[in-house]
């Protein structure tokens, strides 16, 4: 289907909104009135530059407050029409009456448009009547369709936008008994569930298909059924893409329409991680010395790059020294265990995932990677053989220890990007995403969201640091094991530095919360922390930062699901603690 996006969706003056959207792909753009009207170009002008770009004017929007009024508004509907004409633009956008001196009255609403419509045929134009959720009397999709029939003109139809019908949790299949050629055009949009007042939900928090909480795909497939033809048109009002980089949010809406579409290259999701790489200083003692503590062993040296393969069980961490500065300790690589490398790095470059070229020697495995929206490298890649990425570091036997496997990485996001992470995760790597996290930090407040790949296999958890927590480190690495106890007591005899301290407030409350069985005792000594679900119960430990990166140890107990949310403000607390 073609793809389109209201101008109100991305950053920057209208030239600079038609540039981007093209850019991505786009086939065409809705013209938001707000964009014109500030836009020092005549409609000539904003019409030739569309063209040039290869962009279709697909609509004019909005006009407001003109049905069952007590007289309409022909006046100025007419000066519209000769707008649209200038501007090459044959359909516009009328959205439902909000304003109090409009009349509960279908026939008046029917008659309004009709007329509307008769005189927009004059001008080769048609009317797209779409019921805003807070319209004062249409504000259900059925109405508006309703007084479409009613009014039966050809040039009348009815605006579809999947917001509207589905913050009111409207049912979307009764879409399908609206024919299709009645379906004049589809505006599209996610949003998360808020319990907020409709219209600034609206105005400050849609984003993009994929992102939020509704489900758009199934809307979607209720008006294939009806038989809808026209283009998919996301429109999409937020405050954070009204002030992200106008290229980059394009690029992200045009991700959502193809995975929305599904037509981005099949691809088995990953399985797990192959190792986690950590950029780091020439000669990295802090690190090395932590590494050991908690029990890992070099057992691998790369046979062409300074790079060195830790392991312990199925953790692999890579250390690299080939930046060699004086740059901290950063986590800036993941490497993830795929079924056909090959087939995940397509998918990925379908989706507009920047696919990073590949820097290997003859004899060096195939390494497909990818970036993700923080800069993360991601590769695909196999452990086993053939083609075990792990043959390239002459590597001995991984050491024996509590620490089994990579539990999960933590990762921060760019401040106005967190949405595209999430989607990015979701569409490439086909990770879900759980609730979404808010926890106090001293300074601030630390937004987070937990990724799962489909068995759980693959777990990622995005962090946002918000105003004021921007100092707090939140990139880590999770270790997974099947005996804290023995990890911390070992931590604690041999370096007690590298724990991060627990106060002894958090243990009362602790105490508190839950009978004290055998699980809790000698906790406060260790300085684990403990949460418990249905499923299950978690036990963990965080170490001192290195860098801009920290470790945590996890052990969890039964199907415990979660990352020890609850524990989170102590954690950040205490990290600020010590930092300053
Ligand atoms: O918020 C609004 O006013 C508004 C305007 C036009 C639309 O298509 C819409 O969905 C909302
Ligand atoms: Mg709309």
Excluded at 514 to 527: F, N, V
Aim: aromatic share 8%.
């Amino acid at each position: 289907m073609r793809k389109s996006i209201a101008t109100v969706s991305v950053s920057g003056t209208l030239t600079e909104k038609l540039e981007a959207i093209a850019a991505a792909g786009f086939d065409g753009v809705e013209i938001f009135e707000n964009d014109l009207l500030t836009c020092p170009l005549p409609p000539e002008e904003i019409r030739l530059r569309a063209a040039d770009l290869g962009l279709s004017i697909e609509l004019y929007q909005p006009l407001r407050d003109f049905e069952a009024m007590p007289e309409p508004d022909l006046r100025r509907a007419e000066r519209k029409f000769q707008i649209m004409e200038r501007l090459g633009a044959d359909l516009l956008l009328v959205c439902s009456n909000v304003s109090p001196r409009a009349a509960a009255d279908d026939g008046l609403a029917a008659e309004q448009l009709r007329l509307l419509a008769e005189r927009a045929a004059g001008h080769g134009i048609r009317i797209a009547y779409e019921a805003l959720a807070w319209g004062r009397y249409v504000n259900e999709y059925l109405h508006s369709w309703r007084i479409v029939r009613l009014a039966d003109h050809p040039n009348l139809g009815v605006c579809l936008d999947s917001f509207h019908i589905l913050s009111r949790g409207s049912d979307p299949i009764g879409i399908e008994a609206v024919p299709g050629e009645k379906i004049f055009f589809l505006q599209l949009a996610d949003a998360p569930i808020l319990a907020m007042d409709v219209l600034q939900w609206s105005r400050h928090y849609r984003c993009f298909p994929g992102q939020g909480d509704f489900d758009v795909a199934g809307l979607l497939t209720h008006v294939r059924k009806a038989g809808y033809t026209g283009p998919l048109s996301l429109e999409v009002f937020n405050d954070h893409f009204r002030q992200a980089d106008a290229r980059r949010i394009a690029v992200d809406a045009m991700r959502s329409l193809i995975a929305l579409e599904g037509s981005a290259h099949p691809a088995e999701a990953p399985t797990g991680f192959a190792f986690a790489e950590l950029a780091t200083a020439e000669d990295p003692a802090g690190l090395r010395v932590m590494l050991t503590a908690l029990g890992f062993t070099r057992s691998g040296v790369h046979g062409g790059k300074p790079v060195e393969l830790w392991e312990q069980g199925r953790a692999r961490l890579l250390l690299n020294r080939t930046g060699g500065g004086p740059a901290p300790t950063a986590l800036t690589a993941i490497g993830l265990e795929s079924p056909e490398p090959a087939d995940a790095v397509k998918r990925a470059g379908s989706l507009l995932a920047p696919v990073l070229p590949r820097e290997r020697a003859p004899g060096d495995a195939p390494l497909d990677a990818i970036a993700a929206p923080d800069g993360t490298q991601i590769f695909f890649c196999r452990t086993a053989q053939p083609y075990g990425w792990r043959e390239d570091f002459a590597p001995g036997e991984p050491a024996a220890g509590e620490i089994t496997h990579l539990d999960h990485v933590a990762l921060t996001q760019p401040w106005h990007y967190f949405d595209e992470a999430e989607l990015f995760y979701r569409s490439v790597l086909g990770l879900a995403p759980q609730e979404g996290l808010e926890f106090p930090d001293p300074y601030g407040l630390l937004r987070s969201k937990a990724m799962t790949g489909p068995d759980g296999g693959l777990r990622m958890v995005l962090n946002l640091a918000q105003v004021g927590a921007g100092q707090t480190p939140s990139q880590h690495v999770a270790l997974a094991c099947d005996d804290i106890l023995a990890v911390a007591r070992r931590l604690r005899a041999e370096h007690p530095d590298l724990l991060l301290p627990i106060p002894g407030n958090y243990y009362d409350d602790l105490e508190a919360r839950h009978e004290a069985g055998p699980g809790l005792r000698g906790l406060r000594e260790l300085g684990v922390l403990y949460d418990r679900d249905e499923d299950g119960e978690f036990l963990h430990l965080y170490t001192v930062t290195v860098g801009r990166v920290f470790f945590e140890v996890v052990q969890r107990v039964g199907g415990y699901r979660g990352y020890g949310a609850v524990n989170a403000p102590v954690r950040l607390a205490v990290q600020h603690a010590h930092a300053h």
